[in-house]
């Protein structure tokens, strides 16, 4: 049974859906705001690092020879490269790799490619998405570590388990089991992506409340969230992305334990919240940082992040690097908003989004990940 529903807000959309034992979710209004059919998956499929050039082509054995400009010890058998033909990721194995030149082939459903394959195209590593990703391993950092990427802040955030939801007799079912997860450190923005940083990427400000452009950006949707990662990414050579659920909750806790990242009840000086806020959102960073030094991820505007949503998914996850599910209707948001009670920005509330969804109250911050820097 879904349990939820839906919270109109103070601009147009429906955004959330608050999650509460006690009524059910008005779909009618839901799906009428959706538009999911439309919507391309390709923002999952990451940029890959730059791995060399092609460098010789054999069109009838289907075999590739890059010119390689990194270490020959980065490139190893069976390694997968690709090379993009108008915007497609023409995928290939390497089959030989040496000091200087890799030889690769190409795989079969993308032979349909190797015509169109020129001397000189830049070669990636291909990065699909969530799953290599995943899978590689994480350039490591000190903890405290930060760097500046295109304008914004970066904290490394250095990985390891955790407890993930809430304990029993806190929360929500669907914050339940409380169990142990481990991620893989990445960076994270220091503060919500604001307005002034999203104008400069995306040439506009969808925002409601404005005034100073360290405000964050609000009225987002799920998938201008992805665009301006993509945008930024390619503006400014990351593989920036929205955090993964686990990945926020691990941040957010700062190796608490607690219902809040400053301890077991409300303290007004770490959040703008519905008690203090006056009703709008407030510059990013006003209030006192988490053990990371991340600012406002109690609060201020609530954050999408890229998990598709499943009120059963802590019942039955893998334990590494956890994942939402890989089909769904809502993707997770967290941390609440200057709108939110108390009760909505404990850092084990799930909250649940309608991703072609806009709201006042809704924002996001990026992550870019610490594999193949
Ligand atoms: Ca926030």
Redesign the pocket.
């Known amino acids: 049974m879904i349990l939820a529903i839906a919270l109109a807000l103070p601009t147009f959309g429906i955004f959330l859906l608050r999650y509460t034992p006690t009524q059910a979710v008005a779909d009618n209004m839901i799906n009428e705001q959706s538009g999911e059919a439309a919507v391309p998956k390709e923002t999952e499929v990451q940029e890959g690092p730059r791995m060399g050039k092609v460098y010789q082509i054999n069109r009838s054995s289907g075999e590739i020879i890059m010119q390689s400009s990194v270490q020959a010890h980065e490139i190893r058998m069976g390694m997968r490269l690709y090379t993009r033909i108008d915007g497609k990721a023409a995928v290939m194995k390497a089959t030989f790799p040496m000091q200087s030149v890799v030889k690769c082939r190409i795989e079969g459903r993308h032979r349909k490619y190797l015509g169109s394959i020129r001397v000189g195209m830049p070669m990636y590593k291909y990065v699909n998405g969530v799953e290599d990703e995943r899978k590689a391993p994480a350039q490591r950092h000190r903890a405290g570590a930060a760097k500046t990427v295109g304008g914004i802040e970066l904290v490394y955030i250095p990985g390891g388990p955790f407890m993930m939801g809430a304990p029993d007799g806190e929360g929500n079912d669907n914050e339940n089991p409380r169990h142990k997860v481990t991620v893989s450190g990445f960076w994270m923005g220091k503060y ?1 992506v604001t307005q002034g940083q999203y104008e400069a990427v995306m040439g506009n400000n969808p925002s409601y409340f404005k005034g100073d452009t360290r405000r ?1 950006v609000g009225q987002v949707t799920w998938h201008d969230a992805q665009s301006f990662c993509k945008k930024f990414s390619a503006k400014h050579g990351v593989r920036a992305r929205l955090p993964y659920e686990a990945e926020w909750e691990f941040a957010a806790r700062g190796g608490t334990t607690t219902q809040y990242y400053w301890g077991g009840s409300m303290d007004e000086n770490y ?2 919240y519905g008690n203090n806020s006056g009703n709008t959102t407030h510059s990013v960073g006003g209030k006192r940082p988490n053990a990371f030094g991340l600012y ?8 999408w992040c890229t998990d598709w949503y499943d009120e059963n998914h802590y019942r039955n996850n893998p334990a590494v690097n956890l994942r939402g599910p890989s089909s769904g209707q809502y993707r997770v948001i ?4 200057w709108y939110d009670d108390e009760y909505s ?1 404990r850092s084990a509330y799930r909250g649940i989004g309608n991703p072609g969804g806009r709201s006042s109250c809704g ?1 996001f ?1 990026i992550v870019v990940p610490a594999v193949g820097e």
Do not use: A
């Open positions: 919500e964050p959040c703008w406002d991820m109690s609060g201020n505007v609530w954050e967290r941390g609440g908003s920005i924002g911050r």
